[in-house]
């Protein structure tokens, strides 16, 4: 299976797809005003868009995605941008219509950062759709692993040294482990409340658990 297929069918999975059906749901309010909708996506890339792309090729939007690196990008649609998620100040108030950011929050490092984080996409557009995992779900998505977030660092660093774990090889050094175990920290609906105070921080769940945690503003 090729790299493009398989980040396809990851992508393509019931919970990104109904996510992305809630988003639209954004898109079509501001389509009901505007003939296009400008979409910023903070630490998005151009194969989770062309993964769903059967479920809003329909609608006139312009992408612009701003992630660590930027990226080719495949037609007129699409705009990619090499930026911090924290501080964007190319853009002006209120430059886009909406923000959308999946799984990036958790990944940007301190909670002031994840506060500098917010404030910009607070910034940039008057509507968000902000998702995030769970801190209380007990399977950890990125470790793939039950519980290993809520264990001391002590017995977390041990488990990264012992194997590989979920998307990251197993650390070799424990200058590795702390690198990997810093990568991504999970909120809670508490810390969303906190950085999105105006937003309703939506319940994603999964057999009665919350898995995870969505800030949307429309």
Known sequence: MSLATTETAVYQNKFRRRRLERFLGLVDEVLKTKRSCRVLDVGGGVSYWKG????????PLHITLVNLTAEQVP??????????????????NNAFDIVHSNSVLEHVGSFANKRRMADEIQRLAPRHFVQTPNFWFPIEPHFRTPAIHWLPEPLRVAAVMRRKLGFYPKAETRDQAYEILSDA?????????????????????????TKSLIAVRG
């Open 185 to 209: 920290s999970l909120l809670d609906v508490r810390d969303m409340q906190s950085l999105f105070p105006n937003s309703a921080i939506e319940r994603e769940k999964f057999y009665g658990f």
């Open 75 to 92: 037609d007129s649609r699409f705009l990619s941008l090499a930026g911090d998620a924290c501080s964007m100040p190319g853009f002006d």
């Open 52 to 59: 769903l792309e059967d479920l809003w090729s329909d609608r």
